[in-house]
């Protein structure tokens, strides 16, 4: 069964740094790209980063990078999210995703999905 598990999110202060992890189980994820999506209360679910099975990655939108990271560890069938100098408005459900090979800002081109972690960044 093909299975992602997102962990690490939390209560932050601004200025303050989480690292996401995204965990696949049933498949490798060495073969997918893997994106990570935030998702805050009545907005649309946006991209933030992707990394593609070549490794090459990508952030979007404009106000993370610089912030975020993304990264693999292959041996642990891992992707990592390395956020810092939180905002309060980097609030929201964080998610990632999996799809064959490129990365893509289109959330509906991903076909699997974890169940997401919330970051929440406040004083």
């Known amino acids: 069964q093909v299975q992602l598990v997102e962990s690490g999110g939390g209560l932050v202060q601004p200025g303050g740094s989480l690292r996401l992890s995204c965990v696949g189980s049933g498949f490798t994820l060495d073969y997918y790209a893997i994106g990570w999506f935030r998702q805050a209360p009545g907005k649309e679910r946006e991209g933030v980063a992707c990394i593609s099975s070549s490794g090459s990655t990508t952030t979007a939108p404009d106000s993370v990078k610089g912030r975020f990271t993304i990264s693999r560890d292959n041996a642990k069938n891992t992707v990592y999210l390395q956020m810092n100098s939180l905002k309060p408005e980097d609030t929201a459900a964080y998610y990632c995703?999996?799809?064959?090979?490129?990365?893509?800002?289109?959330?509906?081109?991903?076909?699997?999905w974890g169940q997401g972690t919330q970051v929440t960044v406040s004083s």
């Open positions: 995703a999996a799809k064959s090979y490129k990365c893509t800002s289109y959330p509906s081109l991903f076909n699997s």
